[in-house]
Every structure is written in C-alpha cells, then in structure tokens.
C-alpha cells in the first residue's frame, strides 16, 4: 500500500464543473502541498497547508489531518486547468522528508 | 529571483551508456533534491543535499546512480550504465530549508533505446 493515495487516477469535466481530488496517508506529517504538473514537466507548488482550508482565486485546498485526509477544489473549472495535480506529504524525520501520491491527471473540455 | 536551470532538456542514449544531468538550485537554498518521475506516475526521491552533505540517498540504485553537489551549490546526477527501465524525467528541487517549499526545475527528460 502506497504512504500516498490519490483519487481519482483520472478525471475528465466540462468547463465550469465542480471538481474535488481527493488524497490520502498513512504517516505522519507536518504539512501537505497541492502541486500542479502541466505537460512539460514542469511543477508549481499550489498549496502548503497543515491544518484546515487555504483559498487562492478559483482552488480551494482542505485537509483533516485526524482522518489524514485532503482534498482540492476547483470552482467553474475551465480547459487551462488542465494538468496533473499533485498531492505531496512532508513527513515527521529529521530531514522533512517529502513523499509524492501518483498524481491526478484531469481533463476540462470547453 | 531566476528559478532552479537543469540541463539538459532533452537526451537519447543507447542502454549501457553514461548520462550526466546538471542542476543550479535557487541562490541561498540549502536543500536540494533529484527526483525520478516515470511516466503517469509521482516524483520519487533519489537523493537529497542538505548543503554538501547527503541525507536521504535511500532510493538511489547505488550500483548505477551517483550524484554529488560539490561546494554545496550545482549538483550532478550520473547513470552509468543506463537501463532501459531509467527512461524518465529527472527533476531537481531545492528549498531554503527542509521545512520550506519546494522549487522544482523544468527537469531532463530521459529516453534509453
């Protein structure tokens, strides 16, 4: 079992849908990002939260970490949000290590 | 501020053959990191520089894989040999501390034939 779970692997959504990714885990952790991965490679870092909800424009990330569990909103999603969404851990070590969930890849058709 | 420069972009080997990447983290960041992605799937971690010192390489197939980060800036990640499983991305990282957001460069994506 993976110390980092996403869902779902995949979505697709029509351009001002609702759009909720979910992440799970199983160590323990002094923060979580949301990070986004468009093709190309390269990576932004979204959110950095370790305890109830951050906003930025239309994202809003969430995170219980009694459930060790948290999600990313997207509100009136559009085609450029098109991307793979990354859930991140950084762990309770010496060093914060950093573990990845496999990423989200979603899909918004105008 | 000028973001975390990899180099190459791009490169196509033939298995068995050497391949060196390049990374020039974000000026003053203590922390950097080489990554592993394989297609549809999470970074993983390789390695991880705390200045010039290792503190987690436990991923790292250390028969094949070696990376250093000398004066505690650039850093170097060698294969050698090349497999065809190590067809992926590498990305380099680097933070101001551990504790601290990551900064990811635009990565090399490697392709063994």
């Known amino acids: 079992k993976n110390e980092v779970e996403q869902s779902p692997q995949n979505l697709t959504a029509q351009e001002g849908e609702f759009i909720t990714i979910n992440c799970s885990y199983s160590?323990?952790?002094?923060?979580l990002h949301w990070l986004q991965q468009h093709p190309g490679g390269g990576i932004v870092s979204l959110f950095m939260?370790?305890?109830g909800k951050k906003k930025h424009g239309r994202l809003i990330a969430t995170i219980n970490i009694q459930e060790k569990h948290s999600s990313l909103h997207i509100t009136a999603s559009h085609p450029r949000d098109s991307a793979v969404y990354i859930c991140?851990?950084?762990?309770?070590?010496?060093?914060?290590?950093?573990?990845f969930g496999p990423g989200t890849s979603l899909s918004v058709i105008p | 501020e000028a973001g975390v420069a990899q180099s190459p972009r791009y490169k196509i080997i033939e298995k068995r053959q050497s391949v060196a990447f390049w990374c020039n983290p974000i000026?003053?960041?203590?922390?950097l990191y080489w990554y592993q992605q394989i297609l549809g799937q999470g970074p993983k971690l390789l390695i991880q520089?705390?200045?010039?010192?290792?503190?987690?390489d436990s991923q790292l197939p250390k028969d094949r894989f070696s990376a250093e980060r000398l004066k505690g800036v650039d850093s170097t990640l060698k294969i050698q040999p090349a497999k065809l499983e190590d067809s992926a991305v590498y990305l380099c990282?680097?933070?101001?501390?551990?504790?601290?957001?990551?900064?990811f460069g635009d990565g090399t994506r490697l392709s063994i034939l």
């Open positions: 991140a851990v950084r762990c309770r070590t010496s060093y914060d290590k950093v573990i």
């Open positions: 520089f705390q200045n010039n010192g290792v503190v987690d």
């Open positions: 990282a680097s933070s101001l501390a551990g504790a601290q957001p990551q900064h």
């Open positions: 160590v323990g952790i002094s923060a």
């Open positions: 000026s003053g960041h203590a922390t």
């Open positions: 939260l370790s305890s």
